[in-house]
């Protein structure tokens, strides 16, 4: 079984937003959610969909899953006080609809990168059949420095080294399960992703190369540039360019 854990527990403090969460913005009608939960519902290999969603939201979301008609989405959990809890959370709750934990799959994705495709979930699941994980990735585009405390560059990193770290980031449950409770028995919960978790106890991390525009919604520039993809998207498949 494939399933597709999406975390939306942010409330969106850099988005500038007093009262919706940014996962919950609408772009011609449609909420950023909803963009990124269509992508794992029609895709033909993802079974199910678990959802760790901000706890006051959670009806809200309810009420979308059945308007938008998502028929895969088996859960919806109440995320955590961090990133990390919020998916240990939604990987509890994929775990009680997997019947072999040690073959099954979880993609852990963001509710606000909706600009995930097709082609990168099928090639993630194939991935951790052949590789064991499969952590979705993009090319860096700039110059990247490391400095000391007193601001001063210690060093230039050569980018032909580097990869941006992205979504979706995908395990055997079994695997992503234990991670997660060696650091809940150590009592660490500051782990900024899943590669970063894996990484730390161990685990061998593949790569899968991404498209560019899979960006993370977080700040008002991230919405007008997700506008502008949505928009050259529509416009291409109108005009057949």
């Not at 995320?79 to 852990?108: F, H, M, P, R």
């Not at 600009?115 to 052949?130: E, G, H, N, P």
């Amino acid at each position: 079984m494939n399933i597709a854990v999406v975390f939306a527990g942010g409330i969106g403090k850099r988005m500038n937003t007093k009262a919706l969460p940014k996962q919950f913005l609408k772009l011609y009608g449609k909420e950023i959610i909803v963009y990124t939960l269509e992508q794992f519902e029609e895709n033909e290999e993802i079974d199910g969909i678990v959802i760790a969603c901000v706890e006051p939201w959670i009806s809200y979301l309810n009420d979308l899953i059945g308007k938008y008609n998502l028929r895969k989405v088996f859960d919806v959990v109440s995320g955590g006080n961090t990133g990390q809890e919020s998916i240990y959370n939604g990987l509890c709750a994929a775990n009680k609809y997997c019947k072999n934990i040690k073959n099954d799959i979880v993609l852990i994705h963001d509710g606000v990168r909706p600009l995930i495709d097709q082609d990168t979930i099928t090639r993630c699941i194939r991935s951790v059949k052949a590789r064991g994980s499969a952590i979705t990735v993009a090319p860096v585009v700039e110059t990247i420095i490391r400095v000391d405390e007193c601001e001063q560059i210690k060093d230039v990193i050569e980018r032909s080294e580097c990869l941006m770290a992205r979504a979706p980031q995908c395990f055997y449950l079994n695997d992503i399960m234990m991670a997660h409770k060696f650091a809940l028995n150590e009592g660490k919960n500051d782990f900024i992703d899943s590669a970063s978790l894996m990484k730390y106890y161990g685990y061998d991390l593949a790569v899968v190369d991404g498209p560019v525009e899979n960006i993370k919604i977080t700040t008002p520039m991230d919405f007008y540039l997700f506008k502008a993809l949505i928009e050259a998207k529509e416009s291409s498949q109108l005009f057949g360019i």
